[in-house]
């Protein structure tokens, strides 16, 4: 049977192609791609079981954690991240008319965010509009020649528009992590493992005792984020992802989960997976 993918859509955006490379990096045989509208949209059709697998942006080099992401991992902990991929990201400004015409900015708010500095200084004046992905902004701006979208450069060629300005992201080195999310353990080679946790006490050092666990098992932290637990103010979950060799430190990271339950309220556990940099050119 065709696994069915789901990702954020329209077709053209960043994420469809992380679609496409991470579904033939699982080995999926001919996949559905469903393309959806928001990204808590992609996350529900693996949560309730309405496609096999989600693919979703989790980290931006600029823009840190992709909060939509990373508070349904809490809040589905059955989802497993099976595998994850590093993709450069390279803005472009698109539309129907020319740059002197332009008064309104459309795209998501990763990417509006992604290319702040760009606009200051080329489009003092033009607004910015949030919408749903980079691809819907381009629908939305076909015709206008005062409205531009900043989007993929190979949406120009998608929807007949054309190129005003390339890259336009304020960091060179812009790129996101994608992951595909799953019900089921593709437990391979690997070397990141991601958890979060919530403390049981808010006691000074209790954030410090676990993460001096982390450093006794001999685990380099390659990211460590903190988000609200939405319960009330001054309480928060703590996102962290450790380096790991399947082979020789797959055990102590199930030893580290022993020592730190008792520390924590809730342990959610990621899980284990290989994440990978892609080159588009």
Not at 62 to 71: F, H, K, M, R
Not at 122 to 127: E, G, H, R, S, V
Not at 139 to 154: D, L
Not at 192 to 218: M, Q
């Amino acid at each position: 049977m065709r696994k069915q993918v789901a990702y954020l859509g329209p077709e053209g955006t960043y994420a469809e192609k992380a679609a496409h490379i991470l579904s033939k990096l699982a080995n999926f045989e001919s996949p559905l791609f469903v393309p959806c509208n928001g990204l808590y949209s992609v996350i529900k059709s693996i949560a309730y079981n309405n496609c096999d697998a989600a693919i979703v942006p989790i980290e931006n080099s600029v823009e840190g954690g992709v909060t939509t992401t990373l508070d349904a991992l809490w809040k589905f902990p059955d989802i497993n991240i099976n595998k994850a991929i590093v993709l450069p990201i390279k803005h472009a400004l698109i539309s129907a008319g020319d740059i002197e015409e332009i008064s309104e900015v459309l795209s998501h708010p990763q990417a509006l965010a992604q290319c702040s500095e760009w606009l200051s200084e080329n489009l003092p004046k033009a607004i910015t509009l949030s919408t749903n992905s980079t691809s819907e902004a381009v629908n939305m701006v076909k015709g206008s020649t005062f409205r531009a979208a900043i989007g993929s450069k190979s949406l120009t060629e998608i929807k007949g528009l054309k190129e005003l300005a390339f890259p336009i992201n304020d960091v060179p080195g812009n790129c996101t992590r994608f992951v595909l999310l799953s019900k089921t353990s593709m437990l391979d080679r690997a070397n990141i493992a991601s958890f979060a946790f919530s403390l049981l006490s808010n006691n000074p050092g209790a954030l410090l005792e676990a993460l001096n666990y982390i450093a006794e098992f001999g685990f380099n932290m390659s990211k460590i984020e903190s988000r609200p637990s939405k319960r009330e103010l001054g309480e928060y979950i703590i996102y962290v992802d450790i380096e790991i060799n399947m082979r020789s430190n797959i055990e102590a990271f199930y030893e580290l989960k022993k020592k730190l339950k008792p520390l924590c309220e809730h342990l959610v556990d990621f899980g284990c997976y290989l994440s990978e940099n892609i080159n588009l050119d």
